[in-house]
């Protein structure tokens, strides 16, 4: 973000009270923030109540040896039974869980809780028949249908921590996760529906089980959803139907209350470095982070409320706010399987309109998508339903924000911006609806129980109308509890830079306005946010070099109007790569876009790359990206005096003016 901007950002005075009605009603109250802060304990300890333990917890928190907590030691809990079996015991077995949109269109299906319950038991009957014990780690590799819901609370059910990797991601990034939590099992589909296309997914485990096996770890079984019908490869020894192994199972299992600790799911994402960073989230704390927070920001009310989250369960968003903390609340929610503009650009508020959806969550790329589309598509349907809207993934602008808020909110709805991450579990940063006012583009404060702060270099808190780092004060209950299979890298990635204090580093830059409400900036690290996705700088070089014709390349996020950020690439071939003339033509351009895409995913492509003769470093030999991010955003090259060689900077701008 430019100084620009943000000084744009800090003169927005726009404000919006929370309505009346939503305030009267409001599920939290001004009061908890100081109850919380008087007693951060008590206040957890009163939210673990409205989950169904085993064994009750005899210490809410064991923080004698951080950086590694726990949470409600000695509970025991079962995280499927919370989002399930207590709903059907309570009698609501009837209601609703998932009303779930396929995207052809009219493929549609309504799941109970009573349904749920026994796909759940035969998935997790399945799983144990498979050979999956506690403890062992299962990849998930599927589209957004009701099995995928199923196999990660079956999962969950038996002890089995899953991984699940989003669908768009490549063969090579499965084998790598799957390599790194060493799953023996991985559950997938033929393929999926996208932009009113099967795209199959089975071809890409095929390859992965390979790459995994060449890595040292032997995938055991693959367990296939048929949901597209499309031609797959078969593997005898390996491979099994969903159906003909879930479906015969019985709908009895009883759910063995875990320790309070014990692995929920890993969940990988990008990093500085070039491999993804293995989140560790744990079962009792992320329960009681992710089902209050559900319940306070959105200010749920259970009987009532259609929620609708339009994640991806490949990201913690679908984990946490699709799967967890709605089901463990018993709401009843929309899931939708593919792109907002299939088969038409009205697609998801047909959808809010047929399930007279309350309660809407997104991000703001797909805000500022809509925009671009216009007024009219949304105008076309009766939005009447919806009471609250969220936003969640990078900074939202104002004029995002109003536009969702006047248009698909009647200028109405409260606007919750909800800043976390991946690594926190839970929203940890947001207005609440009946509390804070609105401000637009500002995530507000704090929310009750949690610590945060913004700080300079040393770890002191910045005053008000300055900015600095964001940092998170305590602990809290859905913290991730390491990386998988990395202590160390946990401790020196989030810990180290103010161990002094005890701080955790977000990795994101803050600004505190003259009320001291907190406007986020985005990352101060080598990472990316496109579309509300994370992606490593270094991970995309990466990938570039490994490509024989590259020699050198350097990543950088540069602004884009849609998506935030867009990827833009800097690489120096090899000499053997130019012509005679030393032209490169626009077909190797495309071949290491498509590169990347193969290597990590097409989510990673490159929007733009250009070829340079030099790429601007350092004395130390450090890549200016800075200065490069200049150059992808049309400035002019700011401060040079630490390059290594002051003239690279003419050089790659006479190569580029000069059209390569
Ligand atoms: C990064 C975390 C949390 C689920 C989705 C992304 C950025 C997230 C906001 C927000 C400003 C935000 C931060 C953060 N971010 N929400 N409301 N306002 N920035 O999860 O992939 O782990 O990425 O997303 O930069 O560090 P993630």
């Excluded at 296939?224 to 969903?242: L, S």
């Excluded at 009320?515 to 690290?525: A, E, F, H, I, Q």
Aim: overall charge negative; some cysteine.
């Amino acid at each position: 973000m430019t100084d620009q901007t943000l000084s744009n950002l800090l003169h927005e005075e726009r404000r919006f009270e929370p309505p009346a009605e939503l305030a009267a009603n409001a599920n939290v109250k001004e009061e908890a923030y100081d109850r919380a802060a008087s007693d951060r304990e008590a206040f957890w300890a009163e939210q673990a109540e409205r989950l169904d333990w085993g064994q009750k917890w005899d210490r809410v928190l064991d923080w004698d040896d951080p950086p590694f907590a726990k949470w409600f030691v000695g509970g025991t809990i079962n995280a499927a039974y919370n989002c399930v079996d207590r709903h059907v015991e309570a009698g609501r077995g009837d209601k609703v869980a998932l009303h779930w949109v396929g995207e052809p269109e009219g493929d549609t299906r309504d799941i109970t809780y009573a349904q749920l319950q026994d796909d759940v038991c035969r998935a997790a009957n399945a799983l144990l028949e498979l050979g999956v014990s506690k403890g062992d780690r299962v990849a998930i590799y599927l589209p957004m249908i009701p099995e995928t819901v199923v196999a990660m609370l079956a999962c969950a059910r038996i002890g089995a921590p899953h991984t699940v990797v989003f669908g768009g991601f490549s063969a090579d990034a499965l084998a790598n996760r799957v390599a790194d939590c060493e799953a023996r099992v991985i559950i997938t589909a033929d393929g999926g529906y996208r932009r009113g296309a099967p795209s199959a997914l089975k071809p890409a485990v095929d390859e992965a089980v390979g790459k995994a096996a060449s890595q040292g770890q032997r995938v055991e079984k693959v367990l296939v959803v048929r949901r597209t019908g499309q031609e797959v490869a078969w593997d005898d020894t390996r491979d099994v139907w969903w159906h003909d192994v879930v479906d015969g199972q019985s709908a009895e299992h009883t759910a063995e209350p875990h320790d309070s600790e014990h692995p929920l799911y890993v969940m990988y994402t990008s990093g500085t470095t070039g491999k993804p960073k293995g989140i560790l989230h744990t079962t009792g704390g992320y329960l009681v982070g992710t089902s209050y927070t559900h319940w306070s920001v959105f200010d749920l009310k259970p009987e009532t409320d259609v929620y609708w989250c339009t994640a991806d369960v490949g990201w913690v968003t679908g984990h946490s706010y699709m799967v967890y903390g709605p089901l463990a609340n018993g709401v009843t929610q929309v899931v939708y399987e593919g792109t907002p503009d299939s088969p038409h650009k009205g697609r998801w508020w047909e959808i809010i309109e047929k399930y007279g959806v309350t309660i809407f969550y997104t991000a703001p790329t797909a805000i500022r998508t809509f925009m671009k589309w216009g007024s009219d598509i949304p105008a076309k349907f009766d939005l009447s339903s919806v009471r609250l809207l969220g936003s969640v993934g990078e900074p939202i602008n104002p004029e995002a924000y109003i536009w969702y808020r006047e248009t698909i909110g009647a200028s109405q709805a409260p606007v919750v911006d909800t800043w976390w991450q991946t690594e926190t579990g839970q929203i940890m940063i947001s207005p609440l609806p009946g509390v804070t006012h609105g401000k637009p583009g500002s995530a507000m404060k704090a929310l009750p129980g949690v610590g945060a702060d913004v700080v300079d270099d040393d770890g002191n808190a910045v005053p008000n109308g300055s900015g600095g780092y964001l940092v998170l004060t305590e602990p809290w209950p859905a913290m991730l509890r390491t990386l998988w299979g990395d202590d160390q890298r946990f401790r020196d990635t989030y810990w180290a830079r103010y161990q002094a204090k005890g701080f955790y580093f977000a990795g994101d830059g803050a600004k505190k306005d003259e009320d001291g409400d907190l406007w986020m900036l985005g990352r101060v690290d080598d990472v990316m946010n496109v579309s509300g996705h994370r992606l490593s700088t270094t991970e995309i070089e990466s990938a570039l070099v490994s490509h024989p014709r590259v020699a050198e390349a350097a990543v950088v996020g540069a602004a884009d109007e849609t998506t935030g950020q867009a990827v833009c690439a800097f690489v120096i071939l090899r000499e053997s790569a130019t012509d005679d003339t030393g032209a490169v033509s626009e077909d190797l351009v495309q071949e290491l876009r498509n590169h990347v895409a193969k290597e990590i995913g097409a989510i990673a492509k490159p929007r733009q790359i250009m070829i340079v003769p030099e790429l601007p470093k350092t004395r130390s030999g450090k890549i200016m990206r800075r200065l490069l991010k200049d150059v992808a955003e049309h400035r002019d090259v700011g401060d040079v005096t630490t390059l290594a060689d002051s003239t690279v900077m003419d050089l790659i701008s006479n190569r580029l003016t000069s059209g390569q």
